[in-house]
């Protein structure tokens, strides 16, 4: 009876034991993180509207505008950039012409794949010539089957080849014949066109808004919440298709801006001239900005002005965007922000050294909700350090306790 009462006892013992240690393993309080590189930003979505130097060029004809150039093209000064067609030329002649520059376009774009085929006319070659070699051999061997068989692929190969070289052949014809027919018909409308050409340099487009005069890098700063929101609302009624396709716009593509809405609290963060980071509409680019002004309206909404002279292909098309502002990107040590305490007046951490509790000095550099970025110090073995692991959840730790 005692016997038994002893191994219930041991066995009870043991059951309580298999808890502790498994509370001790799996406990929220017990939470640890490991300590990694990391950043963090300072950052906020806003609405913006692109602004740059845009010059509306004026031709003395009026008709249908035809491009030399691709929509975004950068152009030197004297580049020729267009055609303005009179209204009372031709129109099947214009017809014409417009098909043969697209069949033009669509053999030019084949016959650069073509060109590719260069190398696989000498891999036909040594193809042929091998086989020729080894039909030899066998032909002295006085293997008929073997020769047969590569007498076949050999004849093969030879009309590959020709076909590669006649389909060349082909295609030079058929492009000397329509730039012969696009030279007749162009002449036949050379009185009723105007060519025109970039007085200056800057990106040739085509697309046209409306607002080339009125927003300009030197009155960006003049803009104000009632200005923001007045353009904002009209950029939003307008299609795709009312966008207007028969001016030639010239843009700057030096210096350009963003106008951005903030309320009055994220305006207070920013001064002045101090350096910001941009991302528009989700890209993952980076561009470089510097504030330039942030407007004086009495109410919540603000206007913030930042210039830049960093290349973005993707704004010469765009005036409504998505912004990402960024104040800062802080780089450092990335720890949970739970895990942050003060002791003794002294920032830092709780970490697991040899299983037990062991508090760490940190400098924080910046922390949100969630994490917080900490200077690294190599030289401080009391600072903490990269790999360490940190206590997520340090209610009820104090120094030496067993965490693990």
């Given amino acids: 009876m005692k016997k038994s009462t002893f191994t219930k006892v041991l066995f009870a013992f043991f059951i309580v034991f298999f808890l502790v240690f498994i509370y001790l393993r799996v406990s929220p309080k017990g939470k640890i993180e490991m300590v990694f590189s990391g950043s963090l930003e300072n950052s906020s979505m806003h609405h913006g509207i692109v602004i740059r130097n845009e010059y509306v060029l004026e031709t003395n004809l009026s008709g249908s505008l035809r491009a030399k150039v691709e929509e975004g093209t950068l152009v030197p000064a004297g580049k020729l950039i267009a055609t303005v067609i009179?209204?009372?030329?031709?129109?099947?002649?214009?017809?014409?012409?417009?098909?043969?520059?697209?069949?033009?376009?669509?053999?030019?774009?084949?016959k650069t794949i073509g060109d590719n085929f260069t190398d696989d006319v000498f891999k036909l070659d040594n193809l042929i010539s091998q086989n020729i070699?080894?039909?030899?051999?066998?032909?002295?061997?006085?293997?008929?089957?073997?020769?047969?068989?590569?007498?076949k692929e050999t004849v093969a190969l030879y009309d590959k080849k020709n076909k590669v070289s006649?389909?060349?052949?082909?295609?030079?014809?058929?492009?000397d014949e329509l730039n012969a027919q696009k030279v007749k018909l162009e002449n036949q409308l050379k009185e009723y066109e105007q060519n025109v050409f970039s007085p200056f340099p800057g990106v040739f487009s085509?697309?046209?808004?409306?607002?080339?005069?009125?927003?300009?890098?030197?009155?960006?700063k003049e803009m104000k919440y009632s200005d923001f929101k007045n353009i904002s609302d009209k950029l939003k009624e307008k299609t795709s298709e009312e966008m207007v396709n028969d001016k030639i716009k010239l843009i700057d593509n030096y210096e350009w801006c963003v106008a951005i809405l903030l309320d009055k609290d994220r305006a207070l963060d920013f001064e002045i001239g101090e350096q910001v980071f941009l991302r528009l509409n989700n890209e993952k680019?980076?561009?470089n900005a510097k504030v330039e002004s942030v407007s004086q309206d009495k109410g919540n909404n603000k206007v913030m002005i930042v210039s830049?002279?960093?290349?973005?292909?993707?704004?010469?098309?765009?005036?409504?965007?998505?912004?990402?502002?960024?104040?800062?990107?802080?780089?450092?040590?990335?720890?949970?922000?739970?895990a942050l305490i003060k002791k003794d007046g002294?920032?830092?951490?709780?970490?697991?050294?040899?299983?037990?509790?062991?508090?760490?000095?940190?400098?924080?550099?910046?922390?949100?909700?969630?994490?917080?970025?900490?200077?690294?110090?190599?030289?401080?073995?009391?600072?903490?350090?990269?790999?360490?692991?940190?206590?997520?959840?340090?209610?009820?730790v104090y120094e030496g306790k067993v965490v693990r």
């Avoid at 014409?96 to 084949?110: A, F, Q």
């Avoid at 085509?206 to 960006?220: R, V």
Wanted: hydrophobic share 30%; net charge negative.
């Fill in 166 to 175: 006649n389909d060349g052949a082909m295609v030079d014809t058929n492009l």
């Fill in 346 to 396: 002294q920032d830092g951490v709780y970490v697991s050294s040899d299983g037990l509790a062991k508090f760490k000095k940190c400098e924080v550099v910046y922390k949100d909700d969630n994490y917080a970025i900490v200077k690294e110090n190599n030289l401080d073995s009391n600072s903490l350090l990269l790999y360490d692991e940190v206590l997520t959840n340090t209610s009820k």
């Fill in 285 to 287: 680019k980076n561009i």
């Fill in 308 to 338: 830049t002279t960093s290349y973005d292909a993707n704004s010469y098309i765009q005036r409504s965007v998505d912004v990402e502002l960024i104040k800062n990107i802080y780089t450092g040590l990335k720890v949970p922000s739970s």
């Fill in 133 to 151: 070699v080894e039909m030899i051999y066998y032909i002295n061997q006085g293997d008929l089957k073997k020769w047969n068989e590569l007498q």
């Fill in 86 to 110: 009179n209204e009372n030329a031709d129109k099947g002649v214009q017809d014409n012409l417009d098909k043969i520059n697209e069949r033009i376009s669509e053999i030019e774009s084949s």
């Fill in 206 to 220: 085509l697309n046209t808004d409306g607002y080339e005069k009125i927003l300009t890098t030197e009155n960006a």
